[in-house]
T-cell receptor, first 114, second 115 residues
Framework: AQSVTQLDSQVPVFEEAPVELRCNYS??????LFWYVQYPNQGLQLLLKYLSGSTLVESINGFEAEFNKSQTSFHLRKPSVHISDTAEYFCAVSDDGGFQKLVFGTGTRLLVSP | GAVVSQHPSRVICKSGTSVKIECRSL??????MFWYRQFPKQSLMLMATSNEGSKATYEQGVEKDKFLINHASLTLSTLTVTSAHPEDSSFYIC???????????FGQGTRLTVV
């Protein structure tokens, strides 16, 4: 069975500082990995995904994540965060790439302060 | 991205009553909709998958007679929590996708409190 572990429930950081949100997964089959962001009172939005190809994937707002098969990780990073990045971030794994049966982690709340 | 709307965003109901939650795809036709449940401090758990015009497929451990799912049109799926009890209090989230390998878009969720 697949599972996702997000060890940090909350990550406080100052504006313009770098941040890394950790995600580790377990799966016995091919994996497809996703990061979702949830802003207050909004639905989850897809931030970025790894399906195949380059192990480094980027989002349009400066986040990136690297698929590391040997470490079974898909950590999310941003070199300089903004106040507006404050949100809940969920890592998810799927075994079919079709957004079917996503298995989510427990989420990490990123708190950016001035 | 496409918009998925859930209604209501919050609902409080008395124990023993039934509650219906709607999930609508506003600007695309959703062949498949998913219903998730999230307990505090826990991850989203898939409850069931529904394809338009077909019976929903429930995940193991989810009572299909308690959580009735209807996907009668390509833009609307409903989740009815029947004979609700306090332990059914949770955050319910739907997502919808247009095709097999297309992105699934999420609604904003519904906070259900059973008193």
């Amino acid at each position: 069975a697949q599972s996702v572990t997000q060890l940090d429930s909350q990550v406080p950081v100052f504006e313009e500082a770098p941040v890394e949100l950790r995600c580790n997964y377990s799966s016995s089959v091919s994996v497809y990995l996703f990061w979702y962001v949830q802003y207050p009172n909004q639905g989850l939005q897809l931030l970025l995904k790894y399906l195949s190809g380059s192990t480094l994937v980027e989002s349009i707002n400066g986040f990136e994540a690297e698929f590391n098969k040997s470490q079974t990780s898909f950590h999310l990073r941003k070199p300089s965060v903004h106040i507006s990045d404050t949100a809940e971030y969920f890592c998810a794994v799927s075994d079919d790439g079709g957004f079917q049966k996503l298995v989510f982690g427990t989420g990490t709340r990123l708190l950016v302060s001035p | 991205g496409a918009v998925v709307s859930q209604h209501p965003s919050r609902v409080i109901c008395k124990s023993g009553t039934s509650v219906k939650i709607e999930c609508r795809s506003l600007d695309f036709q959703a062949t498949t909709m998913f219903w998730y449940r999230q307990f505090p401090k826990q991850s989203l758990m898939l409850m069931a998958t529904s394809n338009e015009g077909s019976k929903a497929t429930y995940e193991q451990g989810v009572e299909k007679d308690k959580f009735l799912i209807n996907h009668a049109s390509l833009t609307l799926s409903t989740l009815t929590v029947t004979s609700a009890h306090p332990e059914d209090s949770s955050f319910y989230i739907c997502s919808a996708r247009a095709g097999t390998f297309t992105e699934a878009f999420f609604g904003q969720g519904t906070r259900l409190t059973v008193v």
